[in-house]
T-cell receptor, first 113, second 114 residues
């Protein structure tokens, strides 16, 4: 079945540091890949997505590239802010109609001023 | 921007009581989901719903759980007899269609069973 593995946190950074969160997946076929973010006390928000190999998703300074050859979708941001402190979830969704999202375990990121 | 709305935002219930969590998915969406997140843990799939029937459910979604779309706009999750381990954040979600389309989540309903 489908599965997503992402690096465990917490990841603690200083403001303006470079952030990378690793995510790898196992899936049949060619799923769509997503990063969701959960800010403290809030729900899940879509951060970015990519639907096919070599696509790059980007939003709010975050980027991730769909790498079929390494089955990865690593999240990066060049210069984090305190407001980026959150839990980040990597997820995949198969292309068949109605397919559910399968989430990784989440990575807590804490950015200190 | 259209959004998924959930009520209540927080509910405290006695063990053994029935709970209904309510959701209004985005209006033109066809696929509906419930997920849960026990405090500090990963987001787990419970059930998906399409065309007025369950299309997939997880092992968590046992006979104590049921879903319903009673009136064409609401989508509810019922837990018949709550247990302590049902304490979690429950997320409703919807998507326009299948495939790679984005699934949009509500803010969640925090259920505490005491």
């Amino acid at each position: 079945g489908n599965s997503v593995t992402q690096m465990e946190g917490p990841v603690t950074l200083s403001e303006e540091a470079f952030l990378t969160i690793n995510c790898t997946y196992t899936a049949t076929g060619y799923p769509s890949l997503f990063w969701y973010v959960q800010y403290p006390g809030e729900g899940l928000q879509l951060l970015l997505k990519a639907t096919k190999a070599d696509d790059k998703g980007s939003n709010k300074g975050f980027e991730a590239t769909y790498r079929k050859e390494t089955t990865s979708f690593h999240l990066e941001k060049g210069s984090v802010q305190v407001s980026d402190s959150a839990v980040y979830f990597c997820a995949l969704r198969g292309k068949a109609a109605g397919n559910k999202l399968t989430f990784g375990g989440g990575t807590r990121v804490l950015v200190k001023p | 921007e259209p959004e998924v709305t959930q009520t209540p935002s927080h509910q405290v219930t006695q063990m053994g009581q029935e709970v209904i969590l309510r959701c209004v998915p985005i209006s033109n969406h066809l696929y509906f989901y419930w997920y849960r997140q026990i405090l500090g843990q990963k987001v787990e799939f419970l059930v998906s719903f399409y065309n007025n029937e369950i299309s997939e459910k997880s092992e968590i979604f046992d006979d104590q759980f049921s879903v319903e779309r009673p009136d064409g706009s609401n989508f509810t999750l019922k837990i018949r007899s709550t247990k302590l381990e049902d304490s979690a954040m429950y997320f409703c979600a919807s998507s326009e269609n299948g495939g790679g389309n984005t699934i949009y989540f509500g803010e969640g309903s925090w259920l505490t069973v005491v």
